[in-house]
């Protein structure tokens, strides 16, 4: 088949998946950062990539001159991203108690208020990623580190920056990092000085404690690194999770309709959409420590290795009929959470979010329809996430809830 270049893939993604995945397990293709990458994309072969300790997610195992992704200072850079066992072990059990399932659950009565509340301003017409799938995450987020409510600043624009760079503005992805440093930076010392009942006032316990016999200290770069993902991820995603099953629905108003009158079935609707069009086409780039074999390849060490979670989430030979969105089908073992020790953190958290941004958006409209056409839907410019800039609806108030 004839070379493809990232444009092609963020054009149709899968689409240019479906063909590359026939076509080979493995191929040659331009990375975000434009420099070459081998991109896996069949399932198998993906899901036993994700947990292989031989291909490290930290940057230093990088062959010289050949990876040039995004780059940030050792503030924000320090985190669960970068990071193979040991540190990642240590920071992972630091901060993996605030998300377990029993957790998040009691978080869903507060998300409903939040989902509530902005649905009360939301109008007849409106953009629904800026008025709805994007404030909800974020106050979420910020209730769960403890971030007061009137110092919460605009982190679509942040995150804006640093995931979809836009090429004629190449000091905005700067800007931010300096936004991010600041904001962060303020709000560590604000913690310091009153700790209060949040996770971060007690990563800030742990950080500060001489005394720490389990080896679990923080540096003060993991610290802030660590606050700094579990805001960026806490976001982003979610954000993508929410529009992109709205629109799943909004093309099929009969599956809204049967989810009213019945919502037990929308776990399994975000479980499918997850597998279907999920947020994360790719999972976080890995650099082999050691030549490795993947479908019959093999990739030599250093070399940047992308894994499809879209494509092998798309497998037939793992998920029949794969084209089609089916809440019957039983989606699990999708691989859009990862597979293996870096598994998301908040894959509990993000589920539950989105379930819940559905249930009180049906609950409060009666009536959903998109308020242009589908072809003139914009999505995000990159290979890296996989979500609508902007999702136009109109709403008829359920009579019963009204705005």
Excluded at 82 to 107: C, S, Y
Excluded at 189 to 195: H, N, Q
Excluded at 275 to 296: C, H, K, N, S
Excluded at 362 to 385: G, I, K
Aim: aromatic content about 4%; proline content about 9%.
């Amino acid at each position: 088949m004839q070379p493809i270049d990232a444009a092609t893939i963020v054009a149709d993604p899968h689409g240019t998946y479906a063909a590359l995945r026939e076509a080979g397990p493995v191929h040659r293709v331009p990375g975000a950062d434009g420099k070459p990458a081998w991109l896996v994309t069949r399932y198998e072969d993906v899901r036993a990539a994700l947990a292989d300790p031989r291909l490290s997610l930290d940057k230093r195992h990088a062959a010289p001159g050949n990876y040039s992704g995004m780059s940030l200072p050792p503030a924000l850079d320090a985190n669960l991203l970068n990071m193979d066992p040991p540190d990642h072990t240590r920071i992972r059990r630091l901060v993996v108690k605030a998300f377990t399932p029993g957790r998040v659950e009691k978080l869903r009565e507060p998300v409903r208020r939040a989902a509530d509340a902005l649905l009360d301003g939301l109008g007849p017409e409106a953009d629904l990623i800026s008025a709805y799938a994007g404030p909800l995450p974020i106050t979420v987020m910020c209730d769960l580190l403890g971030v007061p409510g009137d110092d919460r600043p605009d982190f679509r624009s942040w995150t804006d920056a640093l995931v979809a760079p836009d090429p004629a503005r190449p000091e905005a992805a700067r800007e931010a990092v300096g936004h991010l440093i600041g904001f962060l930076s303020r709000l560590l010392a604000a913690k310091r000085a009153e700790p209060g009942d949040d996770l971060l006032s007690d990563l800030i316990a742990v950080r500060d404690d001489e005394g720490d016999a389990a080896g679990g200290r923080l540096s003060e770069d993991e610290l802030m690194s660590l606050a700094f993902l579990l805001l960026f991820g806490g976001y982003e995603n979610v954000v993508h999770l929410i529009g992109n099953t709205v629109l799943a629905l909004l093309e099929r108003p009969g599956l809204a309709a049967e989810l009213r009158k019945d919502p037990d079935g929308l776990p399994g609707l975000v479980e499918e959409v997850n597998r279907w069009d999920g947020p994360v086409p790719l999972a976080i780039r890995r650099f082999p420590l050691q030549d490795v074999e993947i479908g019959g390849v093999t990739v030599p060490a250093g070399e940047t290795v992308l894994l499809s979670l879209a494509s092998a989430n798309r497998d037939p030979r793992r998920f029949p009929d794969p084209d089609r969105l089916d809440l019957r089908r039983g989606a699990s073992g999708h691989l859009s959470l990862g597979h293996g020790i870096h598994y998301c953190l908040g894959a509990a958290l993000g589920r539950m979010e989105a379930e819940t941004a559905v249930a009180a958006l049906l609950s409060r409209c009666q009536e959903l329809e998109l308020a242009v056409p589908v072809a003139d839907l914009t999505w995000r410019p990159t290979m890296r996430s996989r979500g609508l800039i902007s999702l136009p609806v109109r709403c008829v108030p359920s009579r019963r809830t009204g705005f």
